[in-house]
């Protein structure tokens, strides 16, 4: 089913978190009997999974997934290796499928395989060094207060509980003067496959509903005995994320288990606002609720893949 001359075309489903992507992802792929790509960037690390969310087995058997317990969490895994295995793993489902899936809540991720990464000019390694002995001494506040001035544009998009991101932001404006939300994104690179993009979206208290319920579920999952399996890493920036930070902070004495909890609701509604500014910015996305039916996307994906 060629789409504007081309006859390969990458099916991308994105949202807020907990709003039901990954069961939309599965629907479609066993409907164009295809594979996923996932591009969440947490759901990379093998040692990590009740707080990222992951498939479960039985999800994971209904569809060949990638990207899912790919990496460890001790190593360093970019949005640019991203970009690269992904196109080439994307290469590969296209010899074999006309369709592919890739989902994710992670706007930087998706934009890489869809969009590209920009070429940033040089920094000065010396800046870098200073800022992480900073981040190292002072903790994250001060560098996400200072990158708020410095780009207010990038850190309203970038993730905030990322070290290595909100540094890179602050470094390279201190390097150039200038600040890194110009440079990303300003020219698309050509794929050599469609895109079409279905987004999910709920109204917000809804969302901030099963945002509160997923939270409580992976707790009594047993989110607190993996992040103690995993303590030992807590200074890696993998781990200085939503749901793993918070129990930290809890185990560290820093805060109630109570407090903790709230915690972790909170920022991850906040997370969720953030990705979601991401994404309205772009104007292909389709919206649906969750409650849609996958019949109505199906619909709207079978019209749109007719088109000339």
Known sequence: MPVNGKNKTLIVIAGPTAIGKTALAIELARHFSTEIISA???????????????????????AK????????????????????????????????????IMVGGSGLYLDAVTKGLDELPDTDMQIREELNTLFQTEGLEPIKQRLEAADPEYFAKVDQFN????????????STGK??????????????FNIVKIG????????????????DLMLAAG??????KVEQYKDLNALKTVGYAELFDYLD???SYTEAVDKIKQNTRRFAKRQLTWFRRDTEIRWFEPQSPATEVLRYLEQTLRRD
Do not use: C, W
């Open 65 to 100: 997934h990638h990207f899912i317990d790919s990496h460890s969490i001790t190593t360093f895994f970019s949005t640019g290796d991203f970009e690269k295995q992904a196109l080439e793993i994307l290469a590969g489902i296209f010899e074999q499928n006309d369709l592919a």
């Open 253 to 255: 004495g820093k805060l």
């Open 40 to 62: 969440d960037s947490r759901q990379f690390f093998q040692e990590i999974s009740i707080g990222t969310a992951k498939p479960d087995p039985d999800e994971l058997a209904a």
């Open 179 to 192: 600040k890194v939300s110009g440079f990303l994104t300003n020219s698309k690179k050509e794929r050599p």
């Open 223 to 228: 989110l607190l005995d993996e992040v103690k």
């Open 163 to 174: 070290p290595q991101r909100m540094i890179r932001g602050l470094e390279f404006f201190l």
């Open 200 to 215: 999910l979206n709920l109204e917000r208290a809804l969302l901030y509903d099963r945002i509160n319920h997923r939270v």
